[in-house]
């Protein structure tokens, strides 16, 4: 039978529960487990393909198509799996099924409620992912914040949940903050009382409370929060802050939760393998080499919007023993005032990353013209992409060229709605998404980095090259590597005569991986390095990341 653990949170948003619900899968995967991770959204929505990246975060694309919360990419980061949208879960998901399910009279006539049906419908969900997968583990991360109207659905169903798997199945770990007041210097354990006091009203008992703190918690609070919340003294852990967020699970485990959790679920006592992660975290702590990277996007406030980017460049700099120091610049700044543009000459690297609409296009040309024209690194993502198409069709004569997204009635549009995207009203769920097979010519700079003819990307867009321009922008020296669908579609550009100008019309930073880096995303970092390094160091570097792989 499978054991679940049901990850909450209180106090606040915002304090690493999904690096924590992760970080409890990779301490039991490294025991030998086969672990899986499920994240629970409140909210009303049916997925998050439509929600603004500043409101949500980052729409994270799974291998089958699926627009999730970020929380899922954290799963796949931490666990190296491919996580399968189904383990996304929403309220609109629950509702919508229990309707169709009225509607079809699967329920005889009886008065449709939240309990039982509601909450039936998400212990079902529950279950069958874990069959799925042949799970030993499954991981279940409740999204918000105990007391939040939206939840009490979900913890409803993990109070049942418990009643009818077992208690030596089911464990609950509750992530909370423990505030530090400057004036006094003395960790407050209040809010944790009181959340814990909410969680218990609703009928769920935590067995263990991870503590978010700035530095570990001492004995006497450590204590109060143990017989205030009725939890085992042993079962109080701290989450501080720290370099990499890769160093959770260590730092988790050397306070014994491992041990603890596999005595709670009662699982016969295994001994870690931290080795391979170990030496992961090691390389993501190396300080030596350092670049710097500009981000050059409309979402700049919030690092959230780009986490699996941002963890991409982390991952690659890593591989190249190099620390990636990352600033955010708005592109509307360059439309405002133009000669702005020249702050990117104090950057190693230039990467304009996916976005939808007009707002900030014109900044992103100018960003990609300066790092063409000034042979800086340069990786475009995506629209990041589709603006590298126009900026260098307007550089060889095409004045006028455009997208048709930010121009509709552009005179020429190199950059157009894909055809089967013309009938398409709805949009949610209708881009073209997930993984999709690219081929790859030989003897180009994508096919150094993937070593592979094929490969499989992730993507989330409507728009495409146009194949009306295709034959004007390769004669005039810009190649399309990577072709998918029959060579139908441009997957792939770059410029052979510049240091690296690479783009991406696919998502590569969904498939990162600590210790196994995207490879657009290494040799973008890899090239903001080169000047800073030898070139035979460069070439042991690229050697290195393809034996990852």
Known sequence: MAKFVFVTGGVMSGIGKGVIAASIGKIMQVRGLKVTAI??????NYDAGTMNPYIHGEVFVTEDGGETDMDIGTYERFLDINVPKSHNITTGQVYLSVIEQERRGDFLGKCVQIIPHVTDEIKDRLRRVSRENSTDLAIVEIGGTVGDIESLPYLEAAREFRLEEGGSNVANVHVTLVPVLDVVGEQKTKPTQHSVQELRRIGVQPDIIVARSKAPLKSGPKRKIALFCNVDEAGVFTSTDMETVYQSPLLLDQQGLGGFLLQRLQIEKRNPTWGRWGKIVETHLSTGKQVNIAICGKYAE?????????????????????????????????????EKVRILSRFDGVLVPGGFGSRGAEGKIRAIEYARTHDIPFLGICYGFQMGVVEYARNIGIKDASSAEVESNSKSPVIDLMPEQTEVLEKGGTMRLGAHEIRIDPATTAFDLYKRRTVKERHRHRYEVNPKYISALTSRGLRFSGKSDSDHR????????????????FHAEFKSRPGAPS????????AAVDSKTPVLESSRLLAQSAGRR
Not at 39 to 44: A, E
Not at 519 to 526: E, I, Q, R, S, T
């Open 39 to 44: 994240k629970i959204d409140p909210y009303l």
């Open 302 to 338: 919030l690092a959230d919007c780009y986490v699996s980017v941002n963890e991409a460049l982390k991952d690659a700099g890593a591989a190249c023993q190099a620390k990636v120091n990352l600033e955010w610049i708005e592109t509307d700044d360059f439309e405002k005032e133009p």
């Open 490 to 505: 441009m997957e792939i550009l770059e410029l052979p005569l510049n240091k690296f100008h690479f783009a991406t019309q």
């Open 519 to 526: 490879p657009p995303y290494f040799g973008f970092v890899k």
